[in-house]
């Protein structure tokens, strides 16, 4: 029972609260904090049981699929709390849902990318 967690704290958290724009923000760094944290933890666990299993992505020629494979949770992770990330347009020009709701592949994507700040 001695743990202690630690909030984090951001610069943008200790100067006193002004705007609802502002206290957006901040909630907005603390679930970006969050998302970090999340994906800090459970990467090394995935790539390293993915390596065990023959499949180094993290590494020559495989390094930009294990980036693409670390932005597509992170995007999934920002769309779980509404935030932005480039790659949920690509997921809805990606696939493609049936009558009956089944995804499929599209066989061709058109996808313009914004310039996007760090994440």
Do not use: W
């Amino acid at each position: 029972m001695g743990e202690v967690i630690q909030f984090p704290v951001s610069d943008n958290l200790d100067a006193p609260v002004t705007s609802k724009e502002q206290v957006k923000e901040n909630i907005q760094d603390v679930q970006l904090f969050h998302i970090s944290e999340t994906l800090d933890s459970i990467l090394p666990m995935l790539f390293g049981r993915l390596e065990m299993a023959g499949f180094d992505l993290a590494k020559g020629e495989d390094i930009k699929n294990g980036a693409l494979l670390v932005e597509s949770l992170k995007s999934v992770l920002c769309k779980y709390y509404g935030i932005e990330h480039p790659f949920q347009e690509v997921a809805e020009n990606v696939f493609s849902a049936d009558e009956t709701g089944d995804l499929s592949l599209n066989k061709s994507i058109h996808v313009d990318f914004k310039k996007v700040d760090e994440l």
